[in-house]
């Protein structure tokens, strides 16, 4: 079975930095694209990134890109969100996502999703 458990969400100030983490299992981690997705009470859920062992890091989301980063780390089946220069636009609940299609992590249909985590930006 599947599971992916984010973690690392907070309460942070305008500018200040978080790292969300999201832990996978029940895969061979190199067999699945993880990505990372939002949403902010009354809009839509935004997909910002993803990541996998053949392509690497790719940020889709203009509205994070030269702010957030995506990692991974094969040796702790982990997954990375280093969010710098946070604003307080970027308080939603963050949740991480998995697919062996990419597409599908680009257009926000997934097969596997992990709980959020919630960040709060105060300004």
């Known amino acids: 079975e599947v599971q992916l458990q984010a973690s690392g969400g907070g309460l942070v100030q305008a500018g200040g930095s978080l790292r969300l983490s999201c832990v996978a299992s029940g895969f061979h981690f190199d067999d699945l694209a993880i990505g990372w997705f939002r949403q902010a009470p009354g809009k839509e859920r935004e997909g910002l990134s993803y990541i996998s062992a053949t392509t690497g890091p790719y940020t889709f989301a203009d509205s994070v890109k030269g702010r957030f980063t995506i990692s991974r780390d094969a040796a702790k089946n982990t997954v990375y969100l280093q969010m710098d220069s946070l604003k307080p636009e970027d308080t939603a609940v963050y949740s991480c996502?998995?697919?062996?299609?990419?597409?599908?992590?680009?257009?926000?249909?997934?097969?596997?999703w992990g709980q959020g985590t919630q960040v709060t930006v105060s300004s």
């Open positions: 996502a998995a697919d062996r299609i990419r597409a599908r992590l680009r257009t926000g249909v997934p097969t596997y």
